[in-house]
Nanobody, 125 residues
Framework: QVQVVESGGGLVQPGGSLRLSCAAS????????MGWYRQAPGKERELVAT???????NYADSVRGRFTISRDNAKNTVYLQMNSLKPEDTAVYYC???????????????????WGQGTQVTVSS
């Protein structure tokens, strides 16, 4: 019913920047919160940033001041601008979308959480 696809990951040097994008598609009725999470090898998945449908944002202490989350409601897309990247930012980044959706009977259901496949971000010299 709902698909979530991330893009924009890659290899950058310390101090560099990347912009991640996450687009949701399918039988979406309304998207609530959207967010980014990351998971490094051997570590738990952690919250990076979230943004509500009203624009309120929340950041992990480790990225506050360096990362900026934003959304384009018309495109059902959330972005993560990452500046001043550090090696410890290396991880697989996952997009999360909380949304109401329509089923095959055109009944509104949810809200449910949908996850993207993840995009690799590697910060190394």
């Amino acid at each position: 019913q709902v698909q979530v696809v991330e893009s924009g990951g890659g290899l950058v040097q310390p101090g560099g920047s990347l912009r991640l994008s996450c687009a949701a598609s399918g039988s979406i009725e309304r998207i609530n919160n959207m967010g980014w999470y990351r998971q490094a090898p051997g570590k738990e998945r952690e919250l990076v940033a979230t943004i509500s449908n009203s624009g309120s944002t929340n950041y992990a202490d480790s990225v506050r001041g360096r990362f900026t989350i934003s959304r384009d409601n018309a495109k059902n897309t959330v972005y993560l601008q990452m500046n001043s990247l550090k090696p410890e930012d290396t991880a697989v980044y996952y997009c999360n979308v909380n949304a109401f959706y329509s089923d095959v009977h055109i009944l509104i259901k949810g809200p449910d959480d949908y996850w993207g496949q993840g995009t690799q971000v590697t910060v190394s010299s």
